[in-house]
């Protein structure tokens, strides 16, 4: 049966590799970007301009009825913590919580409407695994693992509400990590299963958590190559 989703950041990486499986899966996705140009040219899409950082979230182009929402928006910055200043902190903030809180609170009213619902936010495996240089992404996205399980818990049991902690993916956003042959084996040898992720490896697991996962909610699922085989403690 079709149903209408909602990808906040779908033109791009992850959210562009869910928006296609959405697709081969014959749902209607509605998808929200700075670049709404960059969308599919398909009959299934709706493709609107928003900018995360405003406060104008476009609830009344919304449908009346949302079978879930992602939230994929993010930033890599990686940074000795004495040189990151408070500029820097809110960014990350900006972009990866309040944007998710705006897109959930406008978004809120279609996804009750829904007989059931879910929710995948984004969080990094930085938060479950310390690495250095990474503390205001770690810290941001640590609070979207906190919103992850209190929503869980405030709109069950008709909605469901997850996240996915992906490590390093080659998506655009990482490309100055990996943006050579030797960066790109440098990182994946840190990794156990010696490579680093695809979209549609962490998009599969997030059409897991929207479409299949029913008895799975307030859970951060790990697509990490391994890192977490590595913890000590």
């Known amino acids: 049966m079709s149903k209408t989703y909602l990808i906040v950041g779908g033109t791009s990486g992850i959210g562009a590799a869910l928006l296609g499986k959405l697709l081969a899966r014959g749902h209607q996705v509605i998808q929200l970007s700075r670049h709404p140009e960059a969308a599919p040219d398909h009959p299934a899409v709706t493709s609107l301009h928003w900018d995360?950082?405003?406060?104008?979230?476009?609830?009344?182009?919304?449908?009346t009825t949302l079978d879930g929402l992602v939230y994929c928006?993010?930033?890599?910055?990686l940074r000795p913590f004495e040189r990151l200043g408070e500029k820097e902190w809110m960014e990350d903030l900006e972009i990866n919580l309040l944007g998710a809180v705006r897109a959930l609170q406008g978004?809120?009213?279609?996804?009750?409407?829904?007989?059931?619902?879910?929710?995948?936010?984004?969080?990094?495996v930085a938060v479950g695994t310390g690495l250095p240089f990474h503390a205001s992404i770690a810290s941001a996205k640590g609070a979207v693992e906190g919103l992850t399980r209190s929503l869980a818990a405030?709109?069950?049991?008709?909605?469901?509400?997850?996240?996915?902690?992906?490590?390093?993916?080659?998506?655009?956003?990482a490309e100055?990590?990996?943006?050579?042959?030797?960066?790109?084996?440098?990182?994946?040898?840190?990794?156990?299963?010696?490579?680093?992720?695809?979209p549609e490896d962490v998009a599969g697991a997030a059409l897991w958590l929207l479409e299949d996962a029913r008895m799975t909610t307030g859970q951060v699922i790990r697509v990490d190559?391994?890192?977490a085989t590595l913890r000590t403690g």
């Open 52 to 63: 995360v950082r405003t406060n104008d979230f476009p609830a009344d182009a919304l449908p």
């Open 154 to 173: 405030e709109l069950a049991p008709r909605i469901r509400v997850n996240a996915v902690a992906p490590t390093l993916t080659a998506t655009p956003l």
């Open 225 to 227: 190559a391994g890192l």
């Open 107 to 124: 978004a809120m009213k279609a996804l009750k409407a829904a007989e059931s619902a879910g929710i995948v936010l984004f969080s990094t």
């Open 73 to 77: 928006p993010g930033t890599i910055r």
């Open 176 to 198: 100055r990590l990996i943006g050579n042959e030797s960066k790109r084996t440098a990182a994946a040898d840190r990794h156990p299963l010696r490579t680093i992720g695809e």
